[in-house]
């Protein structure tokens, strides 16, 4: 891929663009509308008229998104509301999904609770050989790359080309990479979703979602599901989410050098058994991800010995919060076997935050060479 097709959104644009459609005397931070009554007098026109469907906090929120995405966005309180809103808006009863078996649990659950129920048929494959098998008959595909937690990846051009073939769409979860890392709708993807809890946040002080789509009948499906079922973000989470994503393009790329640089520090620690990080040149999904992703994340997996061994070492980093989710400036860890993932008791999910790399790995290391 060359530089020209890894290009990304144009960040110093995105840091003035409420500035520059400004007028004297306005404030330059994003006000913050909490109001679900609008003055309506008369017939209500197309001004702004209940809460559950306009809001100019969420508009410029989306506004900044869509600069993000290069495409009209629609944000959720969670990234479950996302996806909720993704395959409820996209499937009906008789027709078929497919979606990873190692994908974020919680989208699987979604699916088999009360997709199912409704007479959607879900299949469900491994993310490693999720091309296997092909995709005729598949009205949605969902796809999620890295995966969370295994990072195996997907071939998104590939599968988006194919399903298209075959007459299906794709929705991808690109909560991992954000926008900044990885950018599903240039490769094919018809719609992206994810969670701004983690990375685009930032901060690990709100639950927000979007949906991202550049087809217009997708959009307004996904819009009339939020308006309908009530699914929408509070004022406030969305004014957070806002100011969390000025900075992201600089705790992204700070977050994103120090895991390239710890990654293979990690490797070669004596405690550490495996690595999995789609940087390392040995990683199984090195090639792909060289290809498809703009940078290589901030997530990475560390296999330790046992689970006693994987605990010593993150509850005696003090640089490490002992925390499920991931993509805050703080650096956390976990056991994802605590939550039944398909793990090694030692496998250790690691989320690298913005603390300076060297002060970073010295903590690491530390708590590292205290496991015996
Ligand atoms: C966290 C997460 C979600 C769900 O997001 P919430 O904001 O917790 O609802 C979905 N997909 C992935 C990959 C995630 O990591």
């Given at each position: 891929m060359d530089d020209t097709e890894r290009q990304g959104p144009d960040m110093g644009a995105f840091l003035h663009l409420r500035g520059n459609a400004l007028s004297?005397?306005?404030?330059v931070a994003l006000p913050l509308v909490q109001s679900s009554m609008y003055h309506l007098p008369g017939e209500p026109g197309s001004f702004s008229n209940y809460g559950r469907v306009h809001n100019a906090t969420w508009v410029a929120l989306e506004?900044?998104?869509?600069?993000?995405?290069?495409?009209?966005?629609?944000?959720?309180?969670?990234?479950?509301?996302?996806?909720?809103?993704?395959?409820?808006?996209?499937?009906?009863a008789g027709q078929r999904l497919l979606i990873p078996g190692d994908g974020y649990y919680v989208t699987r659950l979604l699916s088999d609770r009360y997709l199912r129920q409704l007479g959607v048929e879900?299949?469900?494959?491994?993310t490693a050989e999720f091309?296997?098998?092909?995709?005729?008959?598949?009205?949605?595909?969902?796809?999620?790359?890295?995966?969370?937690?295994?990072?195996?990846?997907?071939?998104?051009?590939?599968?988006?080309?194919?399903?298209r073939a075959a007459g299906g769409i794709t929705i991808c979860d690109n909560t991992t990479m954000t926008p900044l890392g990885q950018r599903p709708l240039d490769l094919g993807i018809d719609m992206v979703?994810?969670?701004?809890?983690?990375?685009?946040?930032?901060?690990?002080?709100?639950?927000?979602?979007?949906?991202?789509?550049?087809d217009s009948d997708l959009l307004q499906a996904?819009?009339?599901?939020?308006?309908?079922s009530g699914a929408i973000p509070g004022p406030h989470e969305a004014w957070l989410l806002h100011r969390g994503l000025e900075t992201l393009e600089v705790r992204y790329d700070r977050m994103c050098s120090s895991a390239e640089v710890l990654a293979p520090r990690l490797a070669q620690h004596p405690v550490v058994r495996a690595v999995r990080y789609p940087g390392l040149p040995t990683d199984p999904a090195h090639n792909l991800a060289r290809g498809q992703m703009q940078r290589f994340g901030f997530l990475m997996s560390l296999t330790l010995e046992n689970a006693v061994k994987a605990e010593r070492f993150i509850n005696t980093c003090p640089l490490l919060r002992p925390a499920t989710s991931f993509g805050g400036v703080h650096?956390?860890?976990?056991?994802?076997?605590?939550?039944?993932?398909?793990?090694?008791?030692?496998?250790?999910?690691?989320?690298?935050?913005?603390?300076?790399?060297e002060e970073l790995w010295q903590a690491l290391k530390t708590s590292l060479d205290g496991v015996v």
């Open positions: 004297k005397g306005d404030p506004h900044a998104l869509e600069h993000l995405e290069a495409a009209p966005c629609r944000v959720f309180p969670s990234g479950m509301g996302a996806i909720s809103a993704a395959l409820f808006a996209t499937l009906k879900v299949v469900e494959r491994p091309a296997a098998g092909g995709f005729a008959g598949f009205d949605v595909v969902f796809l999620e790359t890295p995966s969370n937690p295994g990072l195996d990846l997907i071939d998104l051009a590939a599968v988006a080309g194919a399903v979703v994810a969670s701004d809890t983690k990375a685009m946040g930032g901060h690990s002080d709100l639950l927000m979602g979007h949906v991202a789509t550049r996904v819009d009339d599901w939020r308006r309908i650096s956390s860890a976990e056991r994802r076997i605590r939550w039944g993932d398909a793990v090694d008791p030692g496998f250790v999910r690691l989320s690298i935050g913005c603390e300076p790399v």
